[in-house]
């Protein structure tokens, strides 16, 4: 389903990459999920943690991708609302979704919960989720807008991963290909105790 949407990119001016490790290392126990799609020169990209993991959060985390891949064309703060009731009565999740202009780098950003969001490059900054938990209780979400200038690197991680990394102390890590990166920023600093997922993209290669 996912394979299906991910389309569009022989033209885009990104490179992205979506790693994931389930906790137990079984590919349907993992209560992360994440995609990215362009379409009208647009890039919707979003990760999700189901809270917990396992089967059961594996499972929750498969409606939401559904829900997600049939309406990514929403505005964000509707998909965010529409995530939400569609989520009701599951355990429920945290979530981050972006949407970027590829044309000026342009990004619009709707976070509930600890979903970490970053941009390193010409300025470092991160994303701040609202609090909540999508499925169970959340206020008004908000849209936020940003810029990613040319080179910059979008980093999204869960909450299985390490939230305060010096990249300092890796100095090539982030002038490598986004799928070196995402897979690293697992390996690295991964926290063992949780299922962890990373997205990265670079913007204007
Ligand atoms: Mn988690």
Redesign the pocket.
Known sequence: MIDQINKGFETANIDYHIAKRSLTGWEDECG?TGFVVVYDNQCFLVLL?VLGHGKEAYNVALVAEKYLSEHYRMGLIEMMNGLHEHLKGTRGAVAALCLINLNDGGLCYAGIGNINTRVMGYKNFLLMPQEGIVGYMIRSPKERQFKLCYGDTLILT???VREHINFEDYPELLKRPAKKIANEMINLFGKGN??SSCIVLRYGV
């Open positions: 992360d943690d869960s909450d299985g949780d299922d």
